[in-house]
């Protein structure tokens, strides 16, 4: 299940003026789209589009900045309701989780499709906001059904329909195929999933490693990879391959700042925190480097995040250009409730701000260096 336009509907929710209307979600030290409401995507706003370029597109939007705490708890309450059908969760990130219904029927006395339409409309009437759901029989096909429908979507792939379904897609709805896989795909003339099936298990695997067997699997409809629940996480991470390998620190600061996001929003949605971050890097001629550091306070703040893994990756510019980008958690714990606040920001935040804002708003008013100070670095 994933949640519609997310951050803007908890907005809409909170604030009844701002219903009926355009609205965009972001701005701040970065200026660009966190996410827009569904009215706002008409007028072709998206996700980490620059701010200037979606005021163009659409003048009559409403600009708010995120509220991070809103956000977590409209996740947490969502997350108790689906914690009543199955206890085999795994979140992805704050508004979207993979739930395994396998065996629930009979618990239930409902079939799957059944529950997940009374969870939807629970959460519209509990939490105020909509959700899009996904059913099959696998977790990939799983993912690609909850965007088929999607605001307030019920789509189905069903085991004989996945075959057709399939048929005549780009292979970039599988996942993990981004546009560097596509790429080198595209090389050796594979652009859908059907020009997949034209090879053989072993030519894929001589020609991408494991990941061609996964694609071999997928292309046929097949993902054995089991839900799993938050216990077993070890460390969360984001990372992506570049299409052309990048030297460039502009580009590098901008891939880091979204994968620091990336990884913080995971981490808060699986109510984890890390005591040590890292950065992962792959070089142009396949060297994976990686740096980490140990912090004192740990966190999934992704303002600490990014400044941390960019002092590690400023240490590592000597080794661009770079095909991989990665920030990750490890050494994780439980979030407790309510998580010590650096004593800088204590002073200075407003209350009802969260602290992601908080630290963004001192790092205007004071500049980038001070959050670096307040942050006890090891
Ligand atoms: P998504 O589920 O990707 O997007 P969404 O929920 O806004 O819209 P959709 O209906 O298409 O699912 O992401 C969930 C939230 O994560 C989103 O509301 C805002 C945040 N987000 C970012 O902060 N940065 C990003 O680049 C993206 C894509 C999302
Ligand atoms: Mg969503």
């Known amino acids: 299940m994933d949640c519609d336009a997310f951050y803007a509907s908890v907005e809409k929710r909170d604030n009844p003026a701002l219903q009926g209307s355009p609205l965009i979600v972001g701005g701040g030290r970065r200026g660009v789209v966190t996410t827009a409401c569904y009215q706002a995507r008409i007028f072709g706003v998206r996700s980490a589009m620059p701010m200037f370029q979606a005021r163009k597109l659409c003048p009559q939007a409403t600009i708010v900045p995120p509220r991070m705490e809103a956000y977590v708890e409209a996740s947490r309450q969502i997350r108790s309701l689906m914690d009543k059908l199955t206890p085999a969760i795994e979140p992805l990130s704050l508004d979207e989780a993979f739930l395994d219904l396998t065996g629930t029927a009979r618990l239930h006395k409902a079939?799957?499709?059944?529950?997940?339409?009374?969870?939807?409309?629970?959460?519209?009437?509990?939490?105020?906001?909509?959700?899009?759901?996904?059913?099959?029989?696998?977790?990939?096909?799983?993912?690609?059904?909850?965007?088929?429908?999607k605001p307030r979507g019920m789509a189905l792939i069903g085991k004989a329909q996945t075959r057709e379904f399939l048929k005549g897609k780009p292979v970039g709805i599988l996942g993990g195929v981004g546009p560097a896989m596509q790429h080198s795909l595209a090389r050796n003339g594979i652009r859908t999933i059907d020009d997949l099936l034209r090879f053989s298990a072993k030519e894929l695997t001589a020609r991408y490693g494991s990941i061609g067997l996964r694609l071999y699997d997928l292309s046929r409809g097949k993902d054995s990879q089991k839900i799993s629940a938050q216990t077993k996480v070890k460390s969360i991470s984001h990372e992506t391959t570049f299409e052309v390998d990048t030297a460039d620190p502009d580009t590098l600061d901008g891939h880091l700042w979204r994968l620091s996001v990336q990884t913080a929003d995971r981490a808060k949605a699986q109510e984890k925190v890390g005591k040590v971050i890292v950065l992962k890097l792959k070089t142009s001629d396949f060297r994976s480097l990686s740096r980490r550091l140990t912090i004192d306070t740990p966190t999934n703040h992704a303002d600490t995040i990014y400044t941390i893994a960019n002092r590690l990756l400023q240490n590592a510019l000597p080794h661009a250009p770079f095909r991989l980008l990665g920030t990750g958690l490890m050494?994780?714990?439980?979030?407790?409730?309510?998580?010590?606040?650096?004593?800088?920001?204590?002073?200075?935040?407003?209350?009802?701000?969260?602290?992601?804002?908080a630290t963004d708003s001192i790092r205007r008013k004071f500049g980038k260096k001070s959050i670096q100070k307040g942050r006890a670095l090891k």
């Not at 969870?119 to 088929?148: C, E, M, P, Y």
């Not at 050494?331 to 804002?357: C, F, T, V």
């Open 111 to 149: 079939p799957p499709v059944v529950l997940l339409a009374k969870l939807a409309n629970r959460i519209q009437a509990d939490i105020g906001i909509t959700i899009s759901v996904g059913l099959s029989h696998n977790k990939f096909l799983a993912k690609i059904a909850s965007d088929l429908d």
């Open 331 to 357: 050494e994780l714990s439980a979030q407790s409730s309510a998580p010590p606040i650096p004593d800088l920001l204590d002073s200075e935040a407003p209350k009802r701000q969260s602290i992601e804002s």
